[in-house]
């Protein structure tokens, strides 16, 4: 009983690490999608460089702070690793296919804008 909730326990928190990594990644993405519109909206606006540009900056700062969050997660995840290996019942415990980590959380839907 003990063993298999140890071994619960571990899958959870694998599996939320995989949660996390992905939003700091999904996050990443959307704030480069944002910086090239606030870029086009700015062209076609037809206004000067320095329109919007401390928003630009602000917007560039969180990108930096992402960044450093997804190391943060990388680091925590080969720390996670590693205390794998002392915990008694998880050394030689494999899940699903044998990989280092569980599978990405499966999508269920796409939004998408409706007109």
């Known amino acids: 009983m003990r063993k298999q909730l140890i071994e619960q ?3 959870q ?4 690490v995989r949660t996390v990594e992905e939003s700091i ?3 990443l993405a959307e704030i480069a999608e944002l910086q090239g519109r606030m870029i086009r909206a ?3 606006a037809g206004v000067g460089i320095s329109t919007g540009h401390d928003a630009l900056e602000h917007l560039s700062n ?3 702070g992402l960044v450093a969050a997804r190391g943060g997660m990388a680091n925590c995840h ?4 590693d205390a794998q290996g002392k915990v008694p ?3 030689t415990v494999g899940f699903g296919d044998g990989s280092e980590c569980p599978e ?7 939004l998408r804008a409706v007109a």
């Open 104 to 110: 990405e959380p499966k999508k269920t839907a796409q």
């Open 78 to 81: 080969a720390a996670l690793v």
């Open 62 to 64: 969180a990108l930096v």
């Open 9 to 11: 326990s571990a899958l």
């Open 13 to 16: 928190v694998a599996t939320q």
């Open 42 to 44: 700015r062209a076609a």
């Open 89 to 91: 019942g998880l050394r």
């Open 25 to 27: 990644e999904t996050a």
